[in-house]
């Protein structure tokens, strides 16, 4: 009997021990930052009804939702002829009633509905887990990533937006990573998608305009054909949100003549130069830029609109979010608005990597490792171990009398930079022989010695 060789769904990633301490120096930087501005943790099911998930993210990303076989005989009362004639969507509606969660937003938005009593608003909650998207698997695309969400609900102030901008700002400054903020609002959007004269085919216009740095304007304007857009629509459409060449004062003041008699379009010309009047006041690192192209694909979001770029290596976008205003109505809870932004932790994580951008100790494990000489030593290390966990000091003994070979090479592989030796004579005299693994230099100290120096 042949033995097949195991593997991954593709799309999927396993990561080692060091990758790990890479990838959880993301998730505490970010949860670090997170707490520091008064948002809270929740996590929610891997899973969702379907009823909760379908309709929120457009049609293109109904398509990409893993749906789960409901249990047992899924099929019972189908009979062959059934399903030949069945099509395709309207059997997975019968035989499927839960699907893996797309994002963390849509949950979220369910998660305030059904606990609204309990919630105390504004409502500031952040959420770190993995999120699944039956997507083409590609450079800096996977079916299976962690998104690490920061939201705010039940408040309209345009502060937290700026708030979130300040979090973007320190995120990345914090992790070394150079980027632009990219920032537009639907509300423009909805403004120039009147002043064209197509004001019922925003949802057409977001979808296909959202893929323009990625396919191109003749793509883009195929797509727009294909979707019933007018050219001459079209060619009004290319006339605005291409203009590159002007800043972002200068671009609202465009706005503002072309836009004059869409109300929506003003509100959103508004919004924009209020965030901009506090972000001069405030010491931001990094540059925020208005991009009309800027549509995030999304039907839910109707205010702002955030995508975080890095400079340095090309990939997509690494953060991105927005405001939404209707999205807990759907579930039975109105006029409770929401804004918020989800960082891409994998997308992060091939960008560190690509950039060798971690600190030193970030792949760092342990800090010292007591070497063990036997049974008597062994009793004597245990209690120092023990004392040095008790000051937050990552120690071990190593588990058995090896060869000394052996227990060295396991520092090595594991990048320990400290080992520490106590035999008879470190034991008579109360003190440690330290080898620093990266220098080869060599000395005895006394234990408080060691945590002093391990503390640093």
Do not use: H
Not at 173 to 181: G, L, P, Q
Not at 373 to 402: D, H, M, S, T, W
């Amino acid at each position: 009997m042949s033995i097949t060789k195991p593997s991954i769904p593709k799309g999927t990633r396993d990561f080692s021990p060091d990758e790990m301490n890479k990838r959880n120096f993301i998730f505490d930087t970010l949860r670090e930052i997170f707490k520091k501005y008064g948002y809270q943790q929740i996590e929610t099911p891997a899973m969702e009804n379907l009823s909760t998930l379908l309709g929120k993210y457009g049609e293109e990303g109904d398509k990409l939702l893993f749906r789960i076989l409901n249990s047992g005989n899924f099929l019972e009362g189908f009979e062959p002829d059934d399903l030949a004639s069945v099509e395709l969507n309207q059997l997975s509606s019968y035989i499927c009633e839960k699907g893996l969660r797309y994002d963390l937003t849509v949950p979220f938005a369910r998660y305030v509905v059904q606990n609204r009593n309990e919630i105390t608003f504004p409502f500031k909650r952040f959420q770190i887990q993995p999120v699944w998207r039956a997507d083409r698997p590609q450079k800096g695309r996977y079916r299976e990533f962690f998104q690490c969400d920061v939201d705010v609900v039940g408040s309209n102030s345009l502060l937290n937006e700026v708030e979130l901008i300040q979090i973007i700002d320190e995120a990345f400054n914090r992790m070394n990573v150079r980027t632009v903020i990219k920032i537009n609002n639907r509300k423009i959007l909805s403004g120039i998608a009147e002043y064209i004269g197509e004001p019922e085919r925003i949802v057409d216009i977001t979808i296909a305009i959202d893929k323009l740095e990625k396919v191109g304007w003749e793509r883009v304007q195929e797509e727009l054909f294909q979707r019933g857009l007018a050219e001459g629509a079209i060619n009004e459409l290319k006339s605005i949100v291409q203009v590159l060449d002007l800043n972002n004062i200068e671009k609202l003041d465009f706005l503002e003549k072309v836009l004059f008699a869409s109300e929506s379009g003003l509100t959103g010309v508004k919004e924009l130069r209020t965030l901009f009047e506090y972000l001069e006041i405030l010491s931001i690192k990094t540059p925020v830029e208005i991009d009309l192209t800027l549509a995030r694909g999304l039907n839910y979001y109707t205010g702002a609109i955030f995508e975080v770029k890095a400079l340095d290596v090309e990939i997509g976008s690494i953060c991105g979010g927005g405001r939404y205003d209707n999205l807990t109505g759907i579930f039975g809870l109105p006029d409770v608005s929401g804004v918020g932004i989800s960082f891409g932790a994998d997308r992060i994580f091939d960008v560190l990597n690509q950039l060798e951008g971690y600190p030193p100790d970030a792949s760092q494990s342990t800090q010292v490792l007591f070497v063990n000489f036997g049974e008597k030593e062994e009793l004597y290390c245990l209690p120092l171990v023990q004392k040095l966990r008790e000051k937050g000091i990552k120690a071990e003994l190593f588990p058995g009398n090896q060869k000394m070979k052996k227990q060295m090479s396991y520092a090595d592989a594991k990048k320990i930079p400290f080992v520490a030796m106590v035999g008879e004579t470190e034991m008579t005299n109360g003190t440690i022989s330290l080898k620093n693994m990266v220098t080869g230099e060599q000395a005895a100290i006394l234990f408080d010695e060691l945590i002093l120096k391990l503390s640093v």
